[in-house]
């Protein structure tokens, strides 16, 4: 069973004491599960003490990387092109799982803001530091308005 994970949670004081003397471990039929420090359940990662900080570090690497790639060929893009693939490839990623966010230290959302900051030097085609991303990031691209987009009242039943 390779997909099956055994995690013990708690705070991180609590779980280092019970697992220090201990090797935990569940047998289900003829396969042994041992606790693991980290698991990923539906694409999230968790740790023992709940904290989402593998969560956006593994997000903001692969966005980083994502964003590594694109602007290589940047130059060959039109800005519109360049939008869609920023939000193809990088949006949607911080998007998933971010209402896990809601009340998070503010350290995890500003490695996701600096994802969003260099996502949006992508799509202008600016350096960084540039007044122009700038001001695209803080009408369009940031963090806490992802997670609590508005909703028209024409929408709610």
């Given amino acids: 069973m390779p997909k099956t994970?055994?995690?013990?949670?708690?705070t991180r004081?609590?779980?280092?004491?019970?697992?220090?003397?201990?090797?935990?471990?569940?047998?289900?039929?003829?396969d042994i599960v041992k606790a693991t420090?980290?698991?990923?359940v539906l694409g999230v990662?968790?740790?023992p003490d709940l904290a989402l900080e593998k969560q956006v570090t593994s997000v903001s690497a692969k966005c980083f990387f994502q964003l590594r790639q694109l602007r290589r060929v940047r130059r060959s893009l039109d800005r519109d092109s360049a939008a869609t693939l920023v939000h193809?490839?990088?949006?949607?990623?911080?998007d998933y799982g971010n209402a896990l966010l809601a009340n998070a230290l503010k350290i995890w959302t500003e490695k996701l803001q600096r994802v969003l900051n260099a996502a949006?030097?992508?799509?202008?085609?600016?350096?960084?530091?540039?007044?122009t991303a700038v001001l695209v990031t803080s009408s369009t691209m940031t963090f806490t308005g992802r997670?609590?987009?508005?909703?028209?009242s024409s929408n709610c039943a």
């Fill in 5 to 10: 994970e055994l995690m013990w949670a708690g």
């Fill in 13 to 30: 004081y609590s779980v280092a004491n019970f697992l220090c003397d201990h090797d935990f471990s569940i047998t289900l039929g003829a």
């Fill in 37 to 40: 420090d980290v698991i990923r």
């Fill in 45 to 47: 990662l968790f740790t």
């Fill in 88 to 94: 193809a490839f990088v949006t949607s990623r911080i």
């Fill in 120 to 131: 949006a030097r992508v799509i202008t085609g600016s350096l960084h530091g540039n007044s």
């Fill in 147 to 152: 997670m609590f987009p508005s909703v028209s």
